[in-house]
């Protein structure tokens, strides 16, 4: 953790029901440490989003959704864009999450769409980029994780210009839901890997603010080891983030 605020941010993906929702962040809101030192943000369902909106800014917690489209509006039956989000209180979007990639076919040139959209419209974007088990034990952790970066990030490229509100999740997709977590080490690695890409295109200034959450199977017993890397800024929960008995050590990880 270096000088930037960290972030905790809860992925409930396709979980939980609406009451169990309100519940949930009702309880984050209730029982997370009082200082303002770490943010929170949960991205829940698209048809919760409205429901928890008051909860969630009562108890300054950040809400986001776990995907959105890339147009404003239009004949795109069963979408939804993101100016319908900031509608419903929405202040960030995840982005190529790699259950979006590999289950649904998302190409890193549609994230970059998508990116493009919402930081027109000023959400923050939570873009997720992540290597395979294959492609690490074949040592091509750093080649894929450039190519998703360039081609997730084209119109920054494009503009030479990087917002600093742009959020980064660095997400090994061997380390989704599996439990098996990369350790601080291996995370800490491209995650440097990562923020010298950022100052090589955009300077170290940018570099510096620009946040990047880990995400593989946090925990409330890994999340201090992780934090304690100089580039990993926060973490994206998945499976842990769906219970406040496991969620709230880690939104509390600097209290604990
Ligand atoms: C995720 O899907 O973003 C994630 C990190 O899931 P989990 O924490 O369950 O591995």
Redesign the pocket.
């Known amino acids: 953790m270096g000088s930037r605020k960290p972030l905790i941010a809860g992925?409930w993906?396709m979980n939980l029901t609406l009451s169990q929702a309100v519940e949930l962040v009702n309880a984050v809101g209730t029982n997370r440490a009082k200082s303002d030192d770490v943010d929170v943000l949960v991205a829940p369902p698209f048809t919760f989003l409205g429901a928890v909106r008051q909860e969630a800014s009562a108890a300054r917690i950040f809400l986001s959704a776990q995907n959105m489209h890339f147009e404003i509006k239009g004949a795109y039956t069963g979408e939804i864009s993101g100016r319908m989000l900031q509608d419903v209180g929405c202040t960030h979007v995840i982005l190529g999450?790699?259950?979006r990639r590999s289950i649904f076919g998302e190409k890193s040139q549609t994230v970059d769409l998508k990116v493009k959209a919402a930081v027109m419209i000023g959400l923050i974007p939570i873009v997720?980029i992540g290597e395979s088990l294959e492609e690490r034990e074949a040592e091509k952790t750093f080649e894929i994780i450039k190519g998703q970066l360039e081609g997730s990030l084209q119109n920054f490229l494009a503009d030479d210009k990087m917002p600093r509100s742009t959020i980064i999740?660095y997400?090994p997709v061997w380390?989704?839901?599996?439990g098996r977590t990369a350790t601080p080490g291996q995370a800490q690695e491209v995650h440097a890997f990562i923020r010298g890409w950022i100052a090589e295109k955009f300077g170290k200034p940018t570099s510096d603010e620009i946040r990047i959450l880990y995400?593989?199977?946090?925990t409330p017993a890994n999340i201090k080891d992780l934090m304690r890397e100089p580039d990993i800024d926060g973490a994206?929960?998945?499976?842990?983030?769906l219970k406040a008995d496991t969620f709230l050590p880690i939104v509390n990880f600097l209290a604990a």
Do not use: D, F, P, R
């Not at 380390?175 to 599996?178: F, K, M, N, P, V």
């Not at 995400?215 to 946090?218: A, D, K, L, T």
């Not at 994206?236 to 983030?241: K, T």
């Open positions: 992925n993906k999450h790699s259950e997720c999740a997400e380390a989704i839901g599996t995400g593989g199977s946090v994206l929960v998945g499976g842990a983030s």
